[in-house]
């Protein structure tokens, strides 16, 4: 069973950066797309970001506008997201997601981590 570990939260100030990692086990990493998705308090789960198993392909959604940077080491079963310029807007629970084919709904998902940025 594959089981996704979030880590890399916390509290940040407007303007700082923050990177989160998400550690894969139970299944063949490479395999697998791997995301990032967030939900803000009151709001819908939203799409952040996803790379192709070989890395060769990366998707963001459009708010992210270059701030943030997806990367995978497929040598360490670990998927990453680098955040920049960072916002209260960017206050929220990141997940982190594996799915089998690149660009559908994620097969399995992380519990998340809290990301809070103060103005």
């Known amino acids: 069973q594959v089981r996704l570990v979030e880590s890399g939260g916390g509290l940040v100030q407007t303007g700082d950066s923050l990177k989160l990692s998400c550690a894969f086990s139970?299944?063949?990493?490479?395999?697998?797309?791997m995301g990032w998705f967030r939900q803000a308090p009151g709001k819908e789960r939203e799409f952040v970001a996803v790379?192709?198993?070989?890395?060769?392909?990366?998707k963001y959604d459009e708010f992210v506008n270059g701030r943030f940077a997806i990367s995978r080491d497929n040598s360490r079963n670990t998927v990453y997201l680098d955040m920049s310029i960072l916002t209260p807007e960017d206050t929220a629970v990141y997940y982190c997601?594996?799915?089998?084919?690149?660009?559908?709904?994620?097969?399995?998902w992380g519990q998340g981590t809290q990301v809070t940025v103060s103005s």
């Open positions: 997601t594996a799915s089998l084919r690149f660009g559908v709904s994620p097969d399995y």
């Open positions: 790379i192709s198993g070989s890395a060769f392909t990366k």
């Open positions: 139970g299944g063949t990493f490479s395999r697998y797309a």
